[in-house]
Structure formats: structure tokens, C-alpha cells
């Protein structure tokens, strides 16, 4: 009696074995999203441009080729189970719209004028972004070790750099975009790194030391905590905008501090307000970190007669510090991502292509200002992310 | 010698532990017993000033505790925390080796030691050496502590309840080689329990708490036989309470020459032991030996008129 119900589970339970949920939503998705433009064809810069299917971006036959690997690629990412498959099918896509895309280049600008531009459009981004989940998907199964993540990242940004070094890709808008700005696009880069990264050291230095006291001390902790936050929601527009009024006032009174470079616009400002920013996160997973020290274990430690800085240094702080670096691995990421705001104050970075592109109206600046900085931002959430798990002393990991 | 004198905790007006004033002579055991939170945790950190006594004084070896710089007593002093305080980040051997590195030893001698010390209570250490806390049961976890309280060979150790977590076997033998190791060391040890079992199997002196009182400490036999108060005798139990009496009393007390069937017991077992040895085989009689070789015998009858003799001293009513 009671058997008849399992039997006829059975079936949709070894259908729901070999097929996988996230994988059949990927292929649905990725096969509607060939049905959307892939590339925009535009006469010049600025105007708006004309969508062009897959088939239509490039000479039939590379046509079949390419979206048989994506099609292929979508379908490996269907099954259940050996994830390493899945994998190889987000890499076979992901090479098959790449593919298509450099093919699609000369064929589209033969005919068109000096002027024209090509550029990627909304089927070639959402076939990227479910070709990456579907990746990112596949390597949550894999659980890839900390080097393994590291190798693997380094190996997807090498691919990307031989990929636009090869110079398949060079008559893409975008890539135009960047080579009448090589200097600048490194330039800014640099300014990019210096800003987030050297908040960051600069956050560490502040606020590693000030989540120490405020956990010895829980009234400095009641002061500053809420200070903190109230500092975290000030809208970034607005923060960045109060900083030039006061560096300026700080330039113009302080002596000496226009000489070291402090000024109401630039570096100065936008560094000071990355750095507030990122004292929250930094102090508050501190405090977590040491609030999770088992209290029988820092009791211990007093009780065999370690003095209270023994015990930080070999009890507290190796315990706090994965959830330590945690709150730096968030500071860094939206450190990353805040700094394109600089570009408005004159702080420089990639912001300053996203503002100039912006006011020019010109889509693919902006995208050369925005698409690095995503990368930047997933790269070092990798990279936190490794040196987190690192740092998990043996014993909790 | 620990002087412990008017030592009074107060937290929030409550009085955690209330003057109490006992003296606990060098190389003896002393167990403190009570119900939970009667005060012996807080009474245990008062000696380490891990508390700060509100008013009061300890003093070891004449000296006031209050005197010396807190972290410098506490080296001193074996602490095995109540629930183990491992380390979760260090391996068995550098949990075990920490109060030894805080003193600078070298190396070579820490690691001798560590490996000393998990051999005594029963840790092969080639298996457990590199192990991390969270790789290990309960009992072991709770065997390192106190190995990590002796490793530096204190002449103090304060322990709290040591062997909560161990099951009645790995128990008996972890309290057998806590005294064979206090007798070796001739070292003095402060132990928390809430089981009287335990505090008048290993102490010898046994102190029992109440509501941060200490309302009686004595040797085991007068605890047992001479219970102050209506609550001492309760902790002790009052129908096991012959039993217990027994159970302190050796069977060279009460050896008689003469012969007895069936299998002898050693001599240095308990009346308890005779007892149940007669009653499960329907003996009138056991054998007793020394190293193997029989020296006599201990009747049922002695048995019984060696708890009588203790019972009559009891006949005056116990005050309430
Ligand atoms: N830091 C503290 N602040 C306030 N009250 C405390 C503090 N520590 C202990 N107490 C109180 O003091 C009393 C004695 O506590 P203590 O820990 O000494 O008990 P205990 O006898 O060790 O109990 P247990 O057998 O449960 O371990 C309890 O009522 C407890 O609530
Ligand atoms: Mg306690």
C-alpha cells in the first residue's frame, strides 16, 4: 500500500538526478538570449546604432561553428554531476561568443565607413553572464582549493590578456576607445590601485588598532561604533563632495599641507573618503573576531599567566584573524568599486572615463572606465577570499 | 601552605563567596564541593586572582597573593580551567608546552615533557602530539587541560572539575594517577567537584560550600561520620552514607588471623569492598592478602560491628 507512492516518485526523482536545476535555467536562458542582438553596428562614436543577430554578425559558416560550441557548451552545463564537464562547457562558450565576436569585427566593418564602430551588444553580455555563473556554478561543486582558485584565476586573467593581446579583438569599439588612451587607461589604472589599495593600508593601520581598544574598552566601543556607522550611510556622492570644501580649508590653513600634496580636488579628498568609508567594516569585524574568541580559552590564557599582550598576540589575534581579514576583503572590494567616484572630484582612476564618457554620451568609454573595475573587484575578492582561508589557523579551519 | 582568610566575593550585593577562611597544608589535596553556584569557581579564581577577592586575603607560603604581580602568581600556579580552555588554534603538544614556553624552557625539554605528560594519562604520544583539540573526545580534551595545568611541574594546582567529562572507568583511573602523580610531586592541589564521591576518594581534606558559605571542612572520614549540617549530610547521602564510611576504612583495620573460601582481596582495599564481596557471594568471610601471599581474614560480623561503632557516634541528632 504504502509502496505505491514511492514508485511513482521514482521517476522524477532520477530525472532531477541526471539533469542539473541551475544548469537547465543557464541553457534556457543562454539559448533565449541568441535570440537578442549580439552586436550593435553604429556609423560613428555617438549615435545609436543597429542590433545585429548572431547570424547576421558574421559569414554563416563561422556562424554555425561558433554558436554549435555555445549551444554545446550550454548543454555540457545541463547534466548532473561531474563538474569538471560543466566547467569545460562554460570555457567552450565562453571561447565560442569571444570567437564570434572577433570574427564578426572585419566582416561588419568591411563594408561600413572609417567611422563606423562595432560593439558587443545585450546577447553578447547575457550569453557571458550566463556562461560565468554557469562556471561559477560549476566550480562551487569543485570546491577548488585555495590554490587551485588562485591558479584558476590567474589562468582566466592570462587567457583575457592574450586574448586582447593578440589583437583579434582590436577593432571593437571599445578597444578604439582605449587605444587613443593607452597612457591614460595606465595611468589610471595605477591611481585606481593607489586609491583603493592604499585606503585599505591606510583603513588596516587606523582600524585594526582602534577594534583592539574598542573591544577592551566597551566604552569606547559604545562611541564609536555608532560614529562609524553614521559615517558608512553619508550617500558617497555627498561624502566625496563634502571632502573638497574641507581639504580645501585644510590646504589653505594648515601649513605645510599644500606642499605634501593636500588639496580641495584630487588624490587628497578622494583618498580620505575611500579611508572613512572603510573604517566600519574594518573595526566592526574586528570586534567580531574578537568577540568570537572562545572565552574559556582567553580565561586560559590569563590563568596560566600570560600578560594581556601574550594573549593577543598568541591566543586573540590568531583566532580574530580570518574574520579580521573578512572585513578587509569587503573594504578592498567596495573600495574598488567607490574609487570610480574620485573620477569626479579629479581624483583620477577609472572613474575619470566613466565621468568623461558620461558627459559625452559615449557608451564605450564608459565601458572602459567600468569593465576594468569589475574585474579589479572580482580579482580581489578572489584573492581576499584565498588569503581568508590561508589564514584559518589549523585546528578551525 | 595556602592561607585563605575571611575571603569574601560580592557581585552586584550578592555574596558570591562569603568569608570564608580555610588553610590547606603543602602536598595535600583539598576538595571543594558544593552545588552549582555555591561559590567554589569564584573561590578557586580568588587564589590565581583570576576574581579579585572584595575583601579578604590568600597567602602562600605566608605571603600575601595581593603582593605579587598578577601574571607572575599565576605561572606559578597550575590552573586546569572548568571545561578544558584548550586552545582551539594549537596542536595537543604546544597546548600542552604553553606554560612551559611562557617560562622560557628550551625546546628539546618542553617537547620531553609534553610527551611525559600525555603518556601518564594514557595518550599514545606519537598519535596525539599533533593533533588540534577539535580532533579529540571529550575526555581527552579534558585529559590535556589538566596536562597542560601540570606541564610546568607547579608546586600549586588549582583544578576545575577536571574530570566532569570522563566517562566512571576512564574517571577512577585519571583520580588514581592525579594522586599517585600529587604523592610523587609532593605537590599541593586545590580540586573543585560537585561529586562527594570524588572529593572524599582524593581529598584530604574535604571543604563543602553552600550559598558562598563554607559550612564544613574536615578529613573525609569526618565529613562522612560527622556531617555538621543537615546539607553535609545530604551531599554525602544520607542512605549511602554507611557506605561511604566503609569505603574509607581499610581492610588492615579489621584483620583477624584465620582462613575464609573463595577468592582473597589485597589488602589495601576497602571494608565496602569486603562487604559486597561477602554479600554477592554469600560469604561469612573473605581471605585478605599481601603481595599474593595470605595473611588472614576479614568476617562479616567485624564489618558490621565496625559501622555500628561509627553509627553510634552519629545517634546524637545532626544539626539542622
Ligand atoms: N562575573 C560574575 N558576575 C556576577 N555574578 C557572578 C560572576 N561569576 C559568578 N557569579 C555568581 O556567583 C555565584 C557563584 O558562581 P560560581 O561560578 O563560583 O559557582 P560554582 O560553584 O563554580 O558553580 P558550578 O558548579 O555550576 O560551576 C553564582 O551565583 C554566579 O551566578
Ligand atoms: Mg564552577
Redesign the interface.
Same mark, same amino acid.
Given at each position: 500500500m504504502t509502496a505505491a507512492p514511492d514508485l511513482r516518485a521514482r521517476p522524477a526523482g532520477a530525472a532531477s538526478a541526471a539533469f542539473s536545476p541551475p544548469g537547465v535555467l543557464f541553457a534556457v536562458l543562454g539559448l533565449a538570449s541568441l535570440a537578442l542582438p549580439f552586436v550593435t553596428l553604429r556609423a560613428n562614436r555617438i549615435v545609436l546604432g543597429e542590433g545585429l543577430a548572431p547570424w547576421a554578425a558574421a559569414p554563416g559558416a563561422f556562424v554555425a561553428f561558433t554558436l554549435a560550441a555555445v549551444v554545446l557548451g550550454l548543454g555540457l552545463g545541463v547534466q548532473r554531476g561531474r563538474p569538471w564537464l560543466r566547467f569545460g562547457g562554460s570555457l567552450l562558450g565562453l571561447a565560442g561568443i569571444v570567437t564570434l565576436l572577433a570574427l564578426a569585427l572585419p566582416y561588419l566593418l568591411e563594408e561600413a565607413g572609417d567611422l563606423a564602430r562595432v560593439s558587443p551588444a545585450a546577447g553578447f553580455w547575457c550569453l557571458a553572464l550566463v556562461l560565468m555563473l554557469l562556471m561559477a556554478d560549476a566550480l562551487s561543486a569543485l570546491r577548488p582549493g585555495p590554490w587551485l582558485r588562485l591558479g584558476l584565476l590567474v589562468a582566466v586573467l592570462g587567457a583575457l590578456g592574450l586574448v586582447l593581446a593578440s589583437g583579434a579583438l582590436d577593432r571593437l569599439s571599445i578597444m578604439l576607445e582605449y587605444r587613443g588612451r593607452a597612457d591614460a587607461f595606465a595611468q589610471a589604472a595605477w591611481r585606481h590601485v593607489a586609491l583603493s589599495i592604499g585606503s585599505l593600508a591606510a583603513a588596516a593601520a587606523i582600524a585594526f588598532p582602534l577594534g583592539i581598544a574598542c573591544h577592551r574598552s566597551g566604552r569606547l566601543r559604545r562611541a564609536m561604533v555608532p560614529l562609524l556607522s553614521f559615517v558608512q550611510t553619508i550617500p558617497s556622492l555627498a561624502m566625496f563632495g563634502i571632502m573638497i570644501p574641507l581639504l580645501a580649508w585644510v590646504a589653505a590653513t594648515v601649513p605645510g599641507a599644500r606642499e605634501v600634496g593636500i588639496a580641495g580636488i584630487g588624490f587628497a579628498p578622494a583618498f580620505l573618503a575611500l579611508l572613512l568609508y572603510s573604517l566600519l567594516p574594518v573595526v566592526a569585524n574586528t570586534l567580531a573576531g574578537l568577540d568570537a574568541v572562545?572565552p574559556? $580559552?582567553r580565561? $586560559?590564557?590569563?590563568?596560566?599567566?600570560?600578560?594581556a599582550l601574550?594573549r593577543l598576540r598568541s591566543?586573540e589575534l590568531?583566532?580574530a584573524l580570518p574574520v579580521m581579514l573578512a572585513g578587509l576583503r569587503i573594504v578592498l572590494v567596495q573600495n574598488i568599486g567607490l574609487a570610480v567616484i574620485a573620477g569626479l572630484i579629479g581624483g583620477g582612476g577609472f572613474g575619470t572615463f566613466v565621468f568623461q564618457g558620461l558627459n559625452q554620451t559615449a557608451t564605450d568609454l564608459i565601458l572602459l572606465g567600468a569593465l576594468p573595475t569589475v574585474v579589479m573587484a572580482l580579482s580581489a575578492a578572489i584573492v581576499m577570499d584565498v588569503a581568508v582561508e590561508l589564514t584559518a589557523?589549523?585546528?578551525?579551519r | 601552605m595556602i592561607e585563605i582568610d575571611e575571603i569574601t566575593k560580592i557581585y552586584q550585593g550578592q555574596r558570591a563567596v562569603d568569608a570564608v577562611s580555610t588553610t590547606i597544608e603543602t602536598g595535600t589535596i583539598a576538595c571543594i564541593v558544593g552545588t552549582s553556584g555555591s561559590g567554589k569557581t569564584t573561590l578557586l579564581r580568588m587564589i590565581n586572582r583570576l576574581v579579585e577577592p572584595t575583601s579578604g586575603e590568600v597567602r602562600l607560603n605566608g605571603e600575601a597573593t595581593s603582593a605579587m604581580p598578577p601574571h607572575l602568581l599565576r605561572r606559578r600556579i597550575g590552573y586546569a580551567i572548568q571545561g578544558h580552555g584548550l586552545f582551539p588554534h594549537h596542536t595537543v603538544a604546544r597546548n600542552i608546552g604553553a606554560v612551559p614556553r611562557l617560562l622560557g624552557w628550551p625546546k628539546a625539554k618542553i617537547a620531553e615533557r609534553v610527551d611525559e605528560l600525555l603518556d601518564l594519562f594514557g595518550m599514545e604520544p606519537s598519535q596525539f602530539r599533533a593533533r588540534y583539540p577539535a580532533a579529540l573526545s571529550g575526555g581527552q580534551q579534558q585529559r590535556v587541560g589538566v596536562a597542560r595545568a601540570l606541564a610546568s611541574r607547579p608546586d600549586l594546582l588549582l583544578m576545575d572539575e577536571p574530570f566532569g567529562a570522563l566517562d566512571p572507568i576512564i574517571r577512577a583511573r585519571a583520580q588514581e594517577d592525579l594522586r599517585r602523580i600529587q604523592r610523587q610531586l609532593g605537590s599541593t592541589i586545590l580540586l573543585v567537584t560537585h561529586d562527594m564521591e570524588e572529593a572524599i576518594r582524593l581529598g584530604d581534606k574535604v571543604c563543602v560550600m553552600d550559598g558562598g558559605k563554607l559550612v564544613q571542612d574536615a578529613a573525609p572520614t569526618r565529613i562522612v561520620a560527622d556531617p555538621a549540617s543537615r546539607f553535609v549530610a545530604e551531599m554525602v547521602g544520607d542512605a549511602e552514607r554507611p557506605l561511604r564510611l566503609l569505603s574509607l576504612i581499610p581492610l588492615s583495620d579489621l584483620l583477624e588471623p584465620g582462613e575464609a573460601p573463595g577468592d582473597p582481596l589485597d589488602e589495601g582495599a576497602n571494608l565496602r569492598d569486603a562487604l559486597s564481596a561477602c554479600l554477592w557471594t554469600g560469604r561469612e568471610a573473605v581471605p585478605v592478602s599481601r603481595d599474593g601471599a595470605p595473611v588472614g581474614r576479614v568476617t562479616l560480623e567485624a564489618i558490621r560491628a565496625a559501622a555500628l561503632r561509627h553509627g553510634a557516634t552519629d545517634d546524637a541528632p545532626v544539626p539542622a
Open positions: 572562545p574559556a $580559552a580565561e $586560559a590564557a590569563t590563568g596560566m599567566g600570560m600578560t601574550q591566543v590568531p583566532l589557523p589549523g585546528g578551525t | -
